[in-house]
Nanobody, 115 residues
Framework: QVQVVETGGGLVHAGGSLRLSCVASGSVLYINAVGWYRQAPGKQRELDARITNSGNTYYEDSVKGRFTISRGSAENTVYLQMNSLKFEDTAVYYC?????????WGQGTQVTVSS
């Protein structure tokens, strides 16, 4: 099993920045990709960015050029640097660690962007 914990959310003005952290524990050697998702009120959860074990990254068009996903010095840590935040980025952000048996989700961290 893999446990995932997200931190770093908060309240920020539009145009500001936040860095989210995702720390995985447990059977981390079986993780092959880590993704950051968002879920706004009344909407489905959607992918923002993903990084694979080989370092390949993927970004949704809405966050390209503003968000950066990266690995920390510890292999079990992944960051999401969010710059130029917009009001519409307000959501609960979830980290997902994908292993061969399936997805492992954290509890989420709230990001609120004030206009």
């Amino acid at each position: 099993q893999v446990q995932v914990v997200e931190t770093g959310g908060g309240l920020v003005h539009a145009g500001g920045s936040l860095r989210l952290s995702c720390v995985a524990s447990g059977s981390v050697l079986y993780i092959n990709a880590v993704g950051w998702y968002r879920q706004a009120p009344g909407k489905q959860r959607e992918l923002d960015a993903r990084i694979t074990n080989s370092g390949n990254t993927y970004y949704e068009d809405s966050v390209k050029g503003r968000f950066t996903i990266s690995r920390g010095s510890a292999e079990n840590t992944v960051y999401l640097q969010m710059n130029s935040l917009k009001f519409e980025d307000t959501a609960v952000y979830y980290c997902n660690a994908r292993a061969y048996w399936g997805d492992n989700w954290g509890q989420g961290t709230q990001v609120t962007v004030s206009s």
